[in-house]
């Protein structure tokens, strides 16, 4: 079944080879032609379909090889027909198309060709059952080298994505160093101010007027009792003692504990994740939570929590959902772009899927290995 699957690829290919003839041929008059404009939706269309039976190379091959041949195309932007364009002609992808349309027919046609008649002589089936895997190996070994990057070109990549993270991550945190040396100040410093104040006072009142004095030790007892209460909330906003005590799964639990519409948490961690990532995915879903009590109008929302093996490595996994509105954005707030600068430091994502009418899904990733397994409580009601 195996040989007989791979012939049917070499026929799909044989076929789809004249087709790429086309588009090249589109491609070249596409180009010449844009100079009097009616070229530009001729190269839209071509490139549109030249996308389209790449990634069924790109299918093909994968199978072939076993090994995943993902699409490296770039996300275009939502803007109009010139932003769409430019992003198009930026992506190196787009010439490595290109440049695979030159001598993809040529290969397709004589490869194809090559198995299919094998497959049809007599004498030459032996041979097909034993030459169809490798041929077909190098053919989508040679799809593979102009439609995907090289494992160079992957890490170049990657470094590019992870400076840009850090240099985020860098911004981020001088934020909120801004945001607790202001709340530090704003709010446990001036209490502070205010306790020393009275007490001084206190002090130089106790011999004349003791009463006076002690009304002015109450004051000052009910300015500690503030003065502390800020403290920990400077401290919650750094790393929660809920998370480092109970962990991610508990610390959700209690913040959802705290909604004003029922959260249904279920979690399946067989143990905890490393304590940074921990503490940027709990961050993560409390501004979700939060998000969702201000803006979605939900009468029921829910959390999972879980820890899957996706591309082949462990992942932390969030998803939090509502029954609200929809019609989510994370680009217009600071928040949701606040955890995605969280997880994008380690190497984490987050995707929103929110149509209008609900429900609304987030989903946040964070690669990550789990430590000190442990029995979690599969589901709790909020």
């Known amino acids: 079944m195996e040989r007989l699957r791979l012939t049917g690829y070499a026929v799909a290919q044989l076929f789809l080879a004249f087709v790429l003839i086309v588009l090249l041929v589109l491609w070249i008059v596409g180009g010449v032609l844009v100079v009097v404009w009616i070229g530009l939706p001729i190269l839209a269309g071509t490139v549109v379909a030249t996308r389209a039976i790449a990634n069924l190379h790109r299918t093909m091959a994968a199978r072939t090889l076993g090994t995943p041949v993902p699409v490296p195309y770039r996300p275009l ?5 010139f932003a769409k364009a430019r992003t198009v002609l930026a992506d190196p992808m787009t010439w490595r198309d290109l440049a695979w349309l030159f001598v993809a027919p040529v290969v397709g046609i004589v490869v194809s060709i ?18 169809t895997p490798p041929i077909m190996a190098g053919r989508a070994m040679f799809d593979r080298f102009f439609l995907a990057y090289s494992r160079t070109e992957v890490l170049e990549r990657r470094v590019q994505a992870l ?42 009142a106790f011999d004349e007027d003791p009463e006076a004095a ?8 009910q300015t500690t009792s503030a003065a502390i209460g800020d403290l920990r909330s400077v401290v919650r906003g750094i790393h929660p003692p809920v998370l480092a005590d109970r962990g991610i799964g508990g610390a959700v639990q209690a913040i959802a504990l705290d909604m004003a519409i029922p959260v249904q948490v279920d979690v399946r961690l067989p143990g905890r994740p490393p304590a940074p990532v921990e503490s940027a995915v709990y961050f993560g879903v409390a501004e979700c939570l939060a998000n969702i009590g201000k803006h979605s109008g939900a009468r029921h929302a829910w959390i999972a929590l879980s820890h899957e093996q996706v591309a082949g490595r462990g992942t932390l996994r969030a ?29 984490g994502t987050m995707s929103v899927s929110s149509p209008p009418g609900g429900p609304t899904l987030v989903t946040l990733e964070v690669p990550c290995d789990l430590s000190s397994p442990k029995t979690t409580p599969s589901s709790a009601p909020a």
């Open 77 to 81: 932007p939502d803007g109009g027909f």
């Open 114 to 131: 090559l198995v299919i008649v094998l497959l049809l002589g007599v004498v030459t089936g032996f041979i097909w059952w034993f030459a």
């Open 163 to 204: 400076a840009e993270s850090r240099a985020e991550v860098v911004d981020h945190n001088a934020t909120e160093l801004r945001r607790l040396e202001r709340d530090l100040h704003d709010g446990a410093q001036a209490r502070l101010v205010a306790l020393s104040m009275s007490l001084g006072m206190a002090e130089a």
């Open 214 to 221: 002690r009304r002015m030790v109450q004051d000052a007892r």
């Open 319 to 347: 998803v939090v959902g509502d029954d609200g509105r929809g019609g989510a954005d994370p680009g217009t707030g600071t928040g949701m772009l606040g955890v995605m600068r969280r997880l994008a430091a380690f190497d």
